[in-house]
Structures are given as C-alpha cells and as structure tokens.
C-alpha cells in the first residue's frame, strides 16, 4: 500500500513538474515574448557598441597626441571655420515679397 502510493506521489509530482516546463517554454516562444528578448538583446548589442565606439575615439585621441608630440605638432588648432566678409544675405520667406502657399490638398481633386 505505502509502495503504491509513493509512486502515485511521485507520479503526480513528475506530471506537474513536466507540464510546468512545458507550459513556461511555451509562453517564452510566443511571439511577444520573441520580439521582446529580440528588443532587449539589440539594445544590449547598441550599449556594447556605443561603449567600443568610445574606447576607440579614447584611443585614438591618445594616440594623436603622442604623435603631435612625437613630430612637434602642438600648435593650438582654431575650430572655428573663417568667415567670409561678402556673404548674400538670405531671402526671408513670407511676407509681401514672397507669398506663403499652402501646400496641395490631394483630397480637393475628387
């Protein structure tokens, strides 16, 4: 009598354990469930880039000093582009001069 009803216990106990596992790897391949693993995984992947693409631009901002100062080059570089004394001015939209239109309303042709 014991023997039998320990292995109904245990039994039981393997059947639902089972349809647990089951139950839980299915709701993990819906499709929701896909796109969203999918979303989190492609939000990882562009921190680890960002995080390369920085280390690179460290690097290589390093490495230009130590190459400026390898061949002499510290001269303070102007970051600011000339600027060129004759320039046209810009038209100004809107006014007497030029009339606003507004745009074409496909709707009013039928």
Known sequence: ??????????????????TTKVQRKLRELKPD???????DRAVETGHRL????????????????????????????DVDPPRIAAQ?????????QHPVERPHDWREDH
């Open 1 to 18: 009598m014991f023997r039998r009803a320990f292995w109904f216990t245990t039994g039981a106990a393997a059947g639902v354990w089972a």
């Open 33 to 39: 469930a896909l796109a969203h693993r999918a979303a």
């Open 50 to 77: 960002r995080e390369f693409a920085l280390d690179v631009r460290a690097g290589m901002a390093q490495r230009e000093g130590e190459l400026n100062e390898a061949l002499g080059l510290n001269a303070p570089v």
């Open 88 to 96: 046209a001015p810009r038209p100004q939209l809107g006014g007497a």
